[in-house]
């Protein structure tokens, strides 16, 4: 089982980078620690912004280093960063125009007990609904990496969220095939489709095994890149497979069931989609794992919706 | 350009101003006419920017964090060769770039604003930008007196006077009224000396419609070691247009063909009595 969490391959990778270019600025609202940047901010303390509580003004003093030429990295919980500061994201960075990363750190439902103060369960939709930012899901260590290497070089703004807790891995040092904005094809399948996204990929991969056993054929897709959405690889699912599954930590409304969806019913509507995702109400308390069962967002969920449409065309 | 000079010019362009909401159809007539010579003495006295600047990492840089105030601050870029008349024609027309706020696809304005109390922090952000790369560029926002109610206000208000960013100047345009009436009854702006210095800013007072006045705060401000500076430019709201100052009900309004005409001919007489 792994034990890194993203958020310290995000710090590895920013110190990394902050080596080799002087103009990557890391800001933090009091979240150094839970961001797992206190190595940062220790080795690059001229590289590293702190702004206290006030995620607000985080993400506009993150707007305005940008507007100078810096490359800010702007870490905080992704409650926060996602809704409190949204009037900040919606005018500073994604009107505006400034490169900006923000780093939505214990994201979705890992938080657990805490309750929903401290749950981000509606930031893709909240976020993707913003013209000229883009909003991307990392699954596991070895994508994370990859995806903040790219973003640390490009000048466009962006959200990244990721989870609290090490997940387990889905690639492998080395096999980790990665395109900017391109679903990762998991798994190739004929019957059904199943499109899942950060913490969730790998309990797609896992229910596609499972599948396979049983006969249905699944393909698997890692969508990391919410906005820009892989159009393509939904449109290739709605017409290769006969069914597509989603499954994402997030509200049922706005998230990625819904891009689907949206693209499915406008090209291919007599293709079945079901997408399995968090209520629309407070979850349940427990550790993300509890959460997920109790839900059924796990390989378990994914098979019996998988059987359910099989059966049903 | 002497200071009488400038204060002709900024009635003129409190002129050009009214032909720019006549014709738009809308426009902040009281708090353009408020911020004019604010934004006259940082443009014409102060800040090392121009059309032929705008890619110079050196340049100073200027936020209007009170976007409403938008069709004074494109009159002073006008002014300064930003663009042509032509193109600030088609203010608020279909498909025109110079829309009621404050966007940065127009040449001079550096970040968009009109979603009040983001300004100070972005210049903070600036500002910051500036030390960290040992760069002498100084970094001003405009506020207004209502907008501070904003509370982003204060969290950039902190974190400029933790870092003590002496190369940022706030200058508020403390006209006294917003859109429901005066700021004391609406939300009360009291003490803002003491707000200000409790939060570790160099605090100035100015009389906000007379240029040399502002001047000597801006240079007093440029002088300040150590700690951010605010100038509370004690302003009159439609100010160069007698029937409009302090009238609330100016904040948002298109002249009526009489008030055009006589607004027209009072800054045009006062233009000529600055000289």
């Given at each position: 089982?792994?034990?890194?969490?993203?958020?310290?391959?995000?710090?590895?990778?920013?110190?990394?980078?902050?080596?080799?270019?002087?103009?990557?600025?890391?800001?933090?609202?009091?979240?150094?620690?839970?961001?797992?940047?206190?190595?940062?901010?220790?080795?690059?303390?001229?590289?590293?912004?702190?702004?206290?509580?006030?995620?607000?003004?985080?993400?506009?003093?993150?707007?305005?280093?940008?507007?100078?030429?810096?490359?800010?990295?702007?870490?905080?919980?992704?409650?926060?960063?996602?809704?409190?500061?949204?009037?900040?994201?919606?005018?500073?960075?994604?009107?505006?125009?400034?490169?900006?990363?923000?780093?939505?750190?214990?994201?979705?439902?890992?938080?657990?007990?805490?309750?929903?103060?401290?749950?981000?369960?509606?930031?893709?939709?909240?976020?993707?609904?913003?013209?000229?930012?883009?909003?991307?899901?990392?699954?596991?260590?070895?994508?994370?990496?990859?995806?903040?290497?790219?973003?640390?070089?490009?000048?466009?703004?962006?959200?990244?969220?990721?989870?609290?807790?090490?997940?387990?891995?889905?690639?492998?040092?080395?096999?980790?095939?990665?395109?900017?904005?391109?679903?990762?094809?998991?798994?190739?399948?004929?019957?059904?489709?199943?499109?899942?996204?950060?913490?969730?990929?790998?309990?797609?991969?896992?229910?596609?095994?499972?599948?396979?056993?049983?006969?249905?054929?699944?393909?698997?897709?890692?969508?990391?890149?919410?906005?820009?959405?892989?159009?393509?690889?939904?449109?290739?699912?709605?017409?290769?497979?006969?069914?597509?599954?989603?499954?994402?930590?997030?509200?049922?409304?706005?998230?990625?069931?819904?891009?689907?969806?949206?693209?499915?019913?406008?090209?291919?509507?007599?293709?079945?989609?079901?997408?399995?995702?968090?209520?629309?109400?407070?979850?349940?308390?427990?550790?993300?794992?509890?959460?997920?069962?109790?839900?059924?967002?796990?390989?378990?969920?994914?098979?019996?919706?998988?059987?359910?449409?099989?059966?049903?065309? | 350009?002497?200071?009488?000079?400038?204060?002709?010019?900024?009635?003129?362009?409190?002129?050009?101003?009214?032909?720019?909401?006549?014709?738009?159809?809308?426009?902040?007539?009281?708090?353009?006419?408020?911020?004019?010579?604010?934004?006259?003495?940082?443009y014409?006295?102060?800040m090392?920017v121009g059309p032929d600047r705008m890619?110079?990492?050196?340049r100073?840089?200027f936020?209007?964090?009170?976007?409403?105030?938008?069709?004074?601050l494109y009159a002073v870029l006008c002014d300064r060769g930003f663009f042509s008349r032509?193109e600030l024609?088609?203010?608020?027309?279909?498909?025109?770039?110079y829309?009621?706020?404050p966007?940065n696809?127009v040449c001079g304005i550096e970040?968009?604003?009109?979603?009040?109390?983001?300004?100070?922090?972005?210049?903070?952000?600036?500002?910051?930008?500036?030390?960290?790369?040992?760069?002498?560029?100084?970094?001003?926002?405009?506020?207004?007196?209502?907008?501070?109610?904003?509370?982003?206000?204060?969290?950039?208000?902190?974190?400029?006077?933790?870092?003590?960013?002496?190369?940022?100047?706030?200058?508020?345009?403390?006209?006294?009224?917003?859109?429901?009436?005066?700021?004391?009854?609406?939300?009360?702006?009291?003490?803002?000396?003491?707000?200000?210095?409790?939060?570790?800013?160099?605090?100035?007072?100015?009389?906000?419609?007379?240029?040399?006045?502002?001047?000597?705060?801006?240079?007093?401000?440029?002088?300040?070691?150590?700690?951010?500076?605010?100038?509370?430019?004690?302003?009159?709201?439609?100010?160069?247009?007698?029937?409009?100052?302090?009238?609330?009900?100016?904040?948002?309004?298109?002249?009526?063909?009489?008030?055009?005409?006589?607004?027209?001919?009072?800054?045009?007489?006062?233009?000529?009595?600055?000289?």
């Open positions: 089982m792994n034990t890194v969490p993203n958020r310290q391959i995000i710090c590895d990778v920013l110190m990394e980078r902050a080596a080799v270019d002087r103009d990557v600025v890391v800001l933090c609202s009091d979240s150094r620690g839970s961001a797992s940047l206190t190595a940062f901010a220790d080795a690059y303390p001229a590289q590293f912004v702190e702004v206290g509580i006030a995620e607000q003004s985080l993400v506009s003093i993150a707007a305005g280093l940008a507007s100078c030429g810096k490359r800010p990295f702007a870490a905080s919980p992704a409650s926060f960063l996602s809704t409190r500061s949204l009037e900040q994201v919606k005018v500073d960075v994604a009107y505006s125009g400034t490169n900006v990363k923000l780093i939505g750190i214990s994201g979705g439902i890992s938080y657990g007990a805490l309750g929903m103060t401290h749950h981000s369960a509606q930031d893709i939709a909240a976020i993707s609904a913003i013209p000229g930012i883009r909003v991307y899901l990392p699954s596991d260590r070895f994508q994370t990496r990859l995806l903040i290497q790219a973003l640390a070089q490009d000048d466009k703004p962006a959200y990244i969220r990721v989870g609290r807790n090490p997940v387990e891995d889905v690639y492998t040092q080395g096999d980790c095939p990665f395109a900017m904005d391109r679903a990762t094809l998991l798994r190739e399948g004929g019957d059904v489709s199943v499109i899942a996204c950060g913490e969730m990929v790998h309990a797609a991969r896992e229910a596609g095994e499972m599948l396979a056993g049983k006969g249905i054929s699944t393909r698997v897709l890692d969508m990391y890149c919410l906005k820009p959405i892989d159009r393509e690889a939904v449109l290739r699912a709605a017409y290769e497979t006969k069914g597509i599954i989603t499954i994402e930590e997030h509200s049922p409304y706005g998230g990625m069931g819904a891009m689907v969806s949206q693209i499915v019913a406008g090209t291919r509507p007599v293709v079945p989609v079901r997408s399995l995702a968090l209520p629309d109400a407070p979850v349940v308390t427990g550790a993300s794992k509890e959460v997920f069962d109790h839900y059924g967002l796990n390989a378990r969920g994914i098979i019996n919706l998988a059987e359910e449409l099989i059966r049903g065309v | 350009m002497n200071g009488k000079e400038l204060t002709a010019k900024s009635f003129a362009l409190r002129k050009d101003v009214v032909e720019m909401i006549r014709r738009g159809g809308g426009g902040h007539f009281g708090g353009d006419f408020s911020v004019m010579d604010i934004l006259v003495t940082l014409c006295l102060h090392n890619d110079d990492p050196d100073d840089r936020i209007l964090s009170k976007g409403h105030s938008v069709e004074a032509e024609a088609t203010f608020s027309r279909f498909g025109s770039k829309i009621g706020h966007n696809k970040m968009n604003s009109g979603s009040l109390g983001h300004g100070l922090s972005v210049g903070v952000g600036m500002a910051l930008a500036a030390k960290m790369d040992e760069r002498p560029f100084r970094v001003y926002v405009v506020m207004g007196d209502g907008e501070l109610a904003e509370g982003s206000v204060w969290e950039g208000a902190m974190a400029a006077g933790h870092y003590g960013l002496d190369n940022l100047t706030a200058v508020i345009d403390r006209n006294g009224l917003q859109i429901s009436g005066s700021t004391e009854t609406v939300m009360a702006q009291n003490s803002l000396r003491e707000r200000w210095s409790a939060f570790g800013w160099n605090v100035l007072e100015a009389e906000g419609n007379d240029i040399a006045a502002l001047d000597a705060a801006v240079i007093r401000a440029k002088g300040c070691r150590g700690r951010p500076s605010v100038i509370i430019a004690n302003t009159v709201k439609g100010y160069g247009y007698s029937a409009a100052e302090n009238q609330a009900g100016w904040h948002h309004k298109v002249p009526t063909a009489e008030q055009y005409a006589a607004a027209m001919a009072e800054l045009e007489e006062r233009r000529v009595n600055a000289l």
